[in-house]
């Protein structure tokens, strides 16, 4: 497994504060439904309840002692009894305890079953039993196996399990003509158990709701909150890479602070880093320009002085290392100076391609000529932002390089415009050209490729390499358009197409 495949990634800010909120308020919706569940459902049972207990003293209403001293319940022999005349009492029985309420008008369909329920529950699907019994559990009329409901009080409630049916029961203690009798009534719990199931879904969909639209105001809590952190990172990605000035802490927020801080110390000492570095470099690089000048003075001195031919040869060879060596620290220094830790934002301003064109060619058509190198240009408008000394540092590299590598009466061009919208620099040789296998090793310092002549130093191109890094440009070696050569090109992308010479 390789080490990518091992890092995981963290979740965000937003992920985790997201994370930490649903299960707190997940809890809190399972509380909050088991409430709202105690909280209607009792005062709904409690309402079938008074149902059950009003038609049990409706039943009760209707029980009679017949003149042999037998309590019977009275019906007719079909359809319903007739309606108590208003103002008029009902039938002799024992009155009901205050809690049931008003009792509906009593009657008893064909089979002896109480029309009560019609009274009470019109529409219902649910089956009720009832029966009327003497506390010995002598069954007088109704279902004799109806369980009755135990207790002490005048209204006793269970639930039982009759026939394969769930029942609720309610039993009525009352008296008749001074008799105690028990008048228990069941119901079959389908309408209580319905009402339950959609008392439950409408609360379940009500915290439900709650729950998201609660998560969505955190959200927007959340992305609000976070927006400074956003600020933050958007600053730190379109700063310049050579920017090691610390960053602001005014708008930062305090729980960021501490790591902002962090990082200013950080980048505090990779700046100081970089300026001893380029401190330490300069200073050699100036330290080895005044011992060269000088040895190289003294030569020229001593070849005019001596006719000798092998000592004049020895002295040559002598003058050529000197340059080489002086060649080699001034590369060094520009290196240097290319690193983008070695100059400021501050440095950068609007430049004309083709004006430093002119420059950089002016200056190094002497050499040209010495090797009857054909050095042209071909220039069209094209502006970047960036520091000139840099540029012309990089566009004087390519041109020695290109220059080192043209044999004589060869060819260069250079170019500069805008394609596809980006600025570009160009330098065309007829040289031997770069083989593609080493066009990426050329790039390395002190790499110098198979051919190259012995002033080369190999650190001509990672110089060009570097400034182009510096300005976010891209630096590619091309085939020549037209027969051998190689053609270096700097491409200044824009800012949309950074992301896409990056990836």
Not at 161 to 183: C, D, H, K
Request: charged fraction near 20%.
């Amino acid at each position: 497994m390789s080490t990518g495949s091992k890092l995981r990634r963290a979740p965000s800010i937003r992920g985790r504060l997201l994370g930490y909120l649903l299960l707190p308020l997940l809890l809190l919706l399972i509380l909050s439904i088991w409430a709202d569940h105690r909280t209607y459902v009792t005062p709904m049972y409690d309402a079938f309840d008074r149902a059950l207990s009003r038609a049990a003293a409706a039943i009760a209403a209707h029980l009679k002692r017949a003149p042999d001293g037998q309590i019977y319940l009275e019906k007719p022999d079909f359809g319903p009894l007739p309606l108590h005349p208003p103002g008029t009492e009902p039938p002799p029985a024992a009155p009901p305890p205050d809690d049931i309420g008003e009792r509906p008008p009593m009657g008893f369909d064909p089979n002896g079953r109480p029309t009560v329920w019609a009274h009470l529950f019109p529409g219902a699907r649910d089956n009720f039993l009832y029966r009327v019994s003497l506390p010995d559990g002598h069954t007088l009329a109704g279902d004799q196996n109806l369980p009755i409901a135990q207790g002490t009080g005048t209204l006793s409630y269970t639930d039982v399990t009759y026939e394969q049916l769930a029942l609720r029961v309610v039993s009525y203690r009352t008296q008749v003509s001074g008799e105690p009798v028990i008048v228990t009534v069941g119901e079959t719990v389908h309408r209580r158990d319905r009402g339950v199931r959609r008392l439950d879904t409408v609360i379940g969909i009500s915290d439900g709701i709650q729950l998201v639209l609660v998560l969505g105001l955190c959200l927007l809590g959340i992305t609000v909150a976070l927006r400074p952190i956003n600020r933050l990172r958007e600053r730190i990605t379109h700063r310049q890479p050579q920017s090691l000035q610390p960053l602001p802490l005014e708008p930062i927020p305090n729980e960021v602070r501490p790591l902002v801080q962090s990082l200013n110390t950080l980048l505090l000492t990779v700046r100081d880093a970089a300026q001893a570095q380029q401190h330490f470099l300069t200073n050699a690089a100036h330290q080895l320009r005044t011992p060269l000048t000088g040895l190289k003075a003294q030569l020229e001195v001593l070849g005019s002085e001596t006719s000798d031919e092998a000592q004049q040869e020895r002295i040559a060879r002598l003058q050529d290392s000197v340059d080489r060596l002086a060649h080699t620290a001034n590369q060094l220094l520009a290196l240097a100076r290319a690193e983008p830790s070695a100059h400021n934002p501050g440095d950068f301003a609007d430049v004309q391609l083709e004006a430093l064109i002119g420059t950089v060619a002016d200056s190094m058509l002497d050499r040209a000529i010495a090797r009857n190198i054909d050095l042209g240009a071909e220039c069209e408008p094209a502006q970047v932002h960036g520091v000139l000394w840099l540029l012309h540092e990089l566009l004087i590299n390519l041109l020695d390089n290109a220059i080192r590598h043209t044999p004589d009466g060869g060819r260069i061009t250079l170019r500069c415009g805008r394609h596809d919208g980006a600025a570009y620099l160009e330098v065309e040789d007829s040289g031997p050209g770069i083989p593609p296998a080493e066009r990426e090793r050329v790039r390395e310092r002190f790499y110098r490729a198979a051919g190259s002549d012995g002033q080369s130093s190999g650190l001509g191109l990672a110089i060009v390499e570097e400034i182009a890094r510096s300005h976010r440009a891209r630096f590619e070696i091309l085939d020549a358009h037209e027969g051998t050569g190689a053609r270096m090109r700097v491409t200044f992308l824009e800012a949309g197409d950074e992301e896409q010479g990056t990836g």
